[in-house]
């Protein structure tokens, strides 16, 4: 039987997995820097949380639901987004983060800086879900969103994102309606993200804004550019290595944030587009 | 037949006229065109025409219908194609991918079809064919921001013509290039407008305005100084004025 300490640490990077992918449709796909994209995670998360334990929903309506509402709200906040690019965008972006977890903090709806506690694992079958069985069931749902994120990659939606990360003047001269793309990459990618926040919620069984912080945002964006940003993989890979590494040795916690930036100003001097870049060692070594 | 029609068109960027009250009619199958000093409106004029910028005053009618409040993309979708003064490929993607977004506006406006795979053989064909007509077929799987600049400027003609346009906007398609790659492209040109599309050339290489176009619009300062055969632009006292200044 995996331990309970095992469990726990799989299931945090799967989720942090989800959510590098959900950041990559929108800053790799799309070409939109997001710095707050833990703003919809928390959205997510405290949606499913408050359907859960005031609105009685239960789990299989409360994390889809979570999604739902996290999408709508990015497309809503999306819209200020559509008229600032780069470094005008970023900041707007952080400074939706910081409003979202000031909502969360100050409005005693939302529980304030106590947070919402009393969010159970789901249960099946008539008894509560187990650990192991969580994992799966996150697994799965992560597994159709990336065939989907294969098929977006084929299609022209992919095609038009790429066209926008590009040249967006020259896109909209090519007949690519750039307001609906980005909007569209927004929705999904936020959609995604409160997803992931629907899960973390009911794995952890009590969340509260700190969770949802700018410095989860710079977390979720190390993981993508670390793994490498516009690729499938890469994103994930991102995940699993940065979330496993203060696992490996609990001194390493403590430096936690150190170690991501040192690491981040590494890649960003030797191998600019992340590890499953298209010019990194890797890429390079498995194409021969 | 006119394909489009100007009517005193004006725009002004924080009191600066850069556009005022120019006027002119473009046909299909017809190279018209375009050339003033530096500053006199023409790229000004392209992006207006794009959607990229709404004008301050007047009008424009494409095919009969005013094109006024559309956006760049509607605007394309409509059948004008247009390539940049500053040649803007998407730098990262293939020539092929390059061309493909372009052929992308039948989908785009559904996004239930937009989902759909681009891979088809058919399109993959066509956009082939296409690059074919350019000269860039050995190019097929290349880098955009690896070719060379004529290169560059063939591929932003493919992406146009990607969007089966009725009216081509050229801005300075000879710009920076060796005589024998605006000799080529000059051919290029002259073979796009036997097909009967519409053809706006910006341009200040003078041998190719005089050699492409029937029909030429002088701007200067925003205002359209003279129009007529290079014949008659070339004896025009107004146009020597603008090039070379008042005689003292």
Redesign the interface.
């Known amino acids: 039987m995996i331990s309970g300490y095992l469990i726990t640490i799989l299931i945090t990077i799967l989720i942090y997995a989800m959510l590098a992918h959900s950041l990559n449709l929108i800053t790799g796909h799309a070409g939109q820097i997001s710095l707050g994209h833990a703003a919809f995670f928390g959205i997510g998360a405290y949606s499913s949380a408050m359907l859960y334990t005031e609105a009685g929903f239960p789990f299989w309506i409360s994390v889809p639901l979570a999604a739902v509402v996290a999408g709508i709200i990015g497309a809503l906040l999306g819209i200020p987004c559509l008229r600032v690019r780069d470094d005008f965008l970023a900041i707007t972006t952080m400074g939706i983060n910081f409003v979202v977890e000031a909502i969360f903090l100050y409005i005693p709806f939302f529980g304030g800086a106590m947070g919402i506690g009393g969010i159970n694992l789901p249960k099946w079958f008539g008894r509560d879900m187990t650990k192991p069985e969580y994992f799966f069931i996150i697994l799965i749902t992560f597994g159709l969103l990336l065939l989907v994120d294969r098929?977006?990659g084929?299609?022209?939606?992919?095609?038009?994102w790429?066209?926008i990360r590009?040249?967006e003047?020259?896109?909209?001269?090519?007949?690519?309606?750039?307001?609906?793309f980005k909007v569209?990459a927004f929705i999904l990618g936020s959609a995604i993200a409160g997803l992931a926040g629907g899960f973390y919620a009911h794995f952890l069984t009590f969340i509260m804004p700190q969770n949802f912080g700018f410095g989860q945002s710079i977390v979720i964006l190390c993981m993508v550019v670390f793994g490498g940003i516009g690729t499938r993989w890469g994103p994930i890979i991102g995940a699993v290595i940065l979330g496993i590494l203060p696992e490996i040795s609990r001194p390493i916690m403590e430096y936690r944030i150190l170690i991501y930036g040192v690491l981040l100003l590494a890649m960003m001097r030797f191998q600019p587009g992340g590890l499953l870049g298209a010019e990194s060692i890797l890429s390079r070594t498995f194409r021969r | 037949m006119t394909l489009l029609e100007v009517k005193a068109l004006s725009k002004e960027f924080d009191g600066l006229r850069a556009l005022d009250g120019v006027s002119f009619a473009a046909r299909g199958g017809e190279i018209l065109g375009i050339i003033g000093p530096n500053g006199a409106g023409k790229t000004t004029l392209f992006n207006i025409i794009?959607?990229?910028y709404p004008p301050s005053g007047g009008e424009i009618n494409f095919e009969g219908k005013s094109i006024l409040r559309l956006?760049?993309?509607q605007v394309?979708?409509l059948g004008i194609?247009?390539t940049?003064q500053i040649v803007?490929?998407?730098?990262?993607?293939d020539v092929e991918?390059n061309v493909?977004?372009?052929f992308?506006?039948r989908?785009?406006?559904s996004?239930w079809?937009?989902?759909?795979?681009?891979?088809q053989p058919e399109i993959q064909k066509e956009v082939q064919d296409l690059i074919d007509r350019v000269g860039l077929r050995p190019h097929l799987k290349q880098i955009a921001k690896t070719l060379p600049l004529g290169f560059k400027k063939r591929l932003e003609i493919a992406?146009?013509l990607?969007?089966q346009p009725r009216l081509l906007l050229l801005d300075e398609p000879s710009a920076g290039l060796r005589f024998e790659e605006s000799l080529q492209l000059m051919g290029l040109i002259r073979q796009v407008c036997d097909q009967g599309i519409g053809i706006l050339l910006i341009e200040h290489n003078m041998h190719v305005v005089m050699d492409l176009c029937k029909r030429i619009v002088v701007l200067d300062h925003g205002s359209k100084i003279a129009e007529g055969s290079p014949e008659e632009i070339r004896s025009n006292p107004l146009v020597i004025q603008a090039y070379l200044g008042k005689e003292a």
């Open positions: 098929q977006l084929r299609s022209w939606i992919g095609l038009a790429a066209s590009e040249d003047q020259a896109a909209g001269a090519m007949g690519v309606d750039v307001v609906r569209l | 794009s959607g990229i956006k760049p993309h394309s979708r194609g247009r940049f803007r490929p998407f730098q990262n993607l991918a493909m977004v372009a992308g506006h989908v785009y406006p996004l079809k937009s989902a759909g795979s681009v891979w992406r146009a990607a969007l």
